[in-house]
């Protein structure tokens, strides 16, 4: 597993000294080289438009081409509208980018010439501690992408059986003292909140530190917003919205989804790998955004 650090969007949990590091979309550079050979007068969906980092980098490469921008977050969404809502060739919608065929029949676009996804946490939910993400912040344990959908982590943690806690800690943070934390967490119920449930998961073991606890948060939060699985969703149907050659560029950050984003573009016969397969940061962008240094571009088209 690789953990994930950006400042538009960021899977774990970023260090103080790069607590304060906004707005800057990782690989930029990369993606908007990637993207730019789209055809020009298309449309380019950016399913996880956080920010809108990306998003203005790439209305600059493609002056002619429209853009629908997607989230799943309400707040992003207003960030969005306030950021872009006078853009003629901008439509921002609140919406799953599982949903993106159906905005775009909904709204006549036709199918898309390219597609961004950069997967995972935004710095404007991670730093929120009110929606519960951070272990180094006390604050609701939350965690949802939007607010109005599904259980909370809180209700997670109190409600489910060790077994299935365990499970959720072992699946989805790849952490092999599960049972013993989850065993901890029961112990502690009713946690109350992102600090409670930091102190219980240490209290679990001797050793692990920071990376146990974002390992434990990833795996909750992965869970409560059913990020898999809306991303099975999302790569069984590209194909069904996007039109022949068009440009598909996944920004992953753990193995879990950078995984199933390779057997897409290796194994699936609607897509074909681009070259080369992936892509890395630079040295140069870790240096100045340290959130960047596990990112990974992965690039496709559609056949």
């Known amino acids: 597993m690789f953990a994930k650090r950006t400042a538009d969007r960021a899977g774990g949990e970023p260090s103080d000294d790069v607590r304060e590091e906004r707005h800057v979309p990782v690989m930029v550079r990369e993606v908007?080289?990637?993207?730019?050979?789209?055809?020009?007068?298309?449309?380019?969906?950016?399913?996880?438009?956080?920010?809108?980092?990306?998003?203005?980098?790439?209305?600059?490469v493609l002056p002619d081409m429209r853009f629908?921008?997607?989230?799943?977050?309400?707040?992003?969404?207003?960030?969005?509208?306030?950021?872009?809502?006078d853009h003629k060739r901008v439509i921002v919608r609140h919406a799953s980018y599982t949903s993106a065929q159906s905005v775009i029949e909904e709204i006549g676009l036709g199918r898309a010439s390219a597609a961004l996804f950069d997967l995972g946490l935004s710095s404007l939910q991670l730093d929120d501690p009110a929606?519960?993400?951070?272990?180094?912040?006390?604050?609701?344990?939350d965690m949802r992408f939007d607010p109005e959908d599904g259980p909370t982590a809180l209700e997670l943690v109190n409600t489910l059986p060790e077994k299935e806690l365990a499970d959720i800690i072992f699946r989805f943070g790849?952490?092999?003292?599960?049972?013993?934390?989850?065993?901890?967490?029961?112990?502690?119920?009713?946690?109350?909140?992102?600090?409670?449930?930091?102190?219980?998961?240490?209290?679990?073991?001797?050793?692990?530190?920071?990376?146990?606890?974002?390992?434990?948060?990833q795996?909750?939060?992965?869970?409560?917003?059913?990020?898999?699985?809306?991303?099975?969703?999302?790569?069984?149907?590209?194909a069904s919205w996007t039109e022949t050659d068009a440009r598909i560029a996944f920004i992953t950050f753990h193995s879990l989804e950078d995984r199933r984003v390779k057997v897409l573009f290796r194994d699936c016969g609607s897509?074909?790998?681009?070259?080369?397969?992936?892509?890395?940061?630079?040295?140069?962008?870790?240096?100045?955004?340290?959130?960047?240094?596990?990112?990974?571009?992965?690039m496709g088209l559609r056949t």
């Open 271 to 298: 897509f074909r790998q681009y070259s080369p397969k992936w892509l890395l940061p630079g040295d140069e962008e870790i240096r100045e955004n340290s959130r960047a240094r596990s990112a990974r571009l992965r």
């Open 131 to 141: 929606r519960g993400f951070s272990h180094s912040m006390d604050g609701t344990l």
């Open 219 to 238: 795996a909750l939060r992965i869970a409560v917003n059913r990020e898999l699985e809306e991303l099975d969703i999302l790569l069984d149907g590209l």
């Open 32 to 60: 908007c080289g990637f993207l730019a050979g789209s055809r020009s007068d298309g449309l380019l969906v950016d399913g996880t438009a956080g920010m809108g980092g990306h998003l203005a980098a790439l209305l600059d």
């Open 68 to 85: 629908l921008a997607l989230d799943r977050d309400p707040n992003a969404v207003s960030v969005l509208r306030e950021r872009f809502g």
């Open 174 to 217: 790849q952490e092999g003292r599960s049972r013993r934390i989850a065993a901890a967490i029961v112990n502690a119920r009713p946690v109350a909140g992102s600090r409670e449930l930091a102190d219980a998961v240490s209290s679990s073991v001797r050793s692990g530190g920071v990376k146990m606890l974002s390992r434990v948060f």
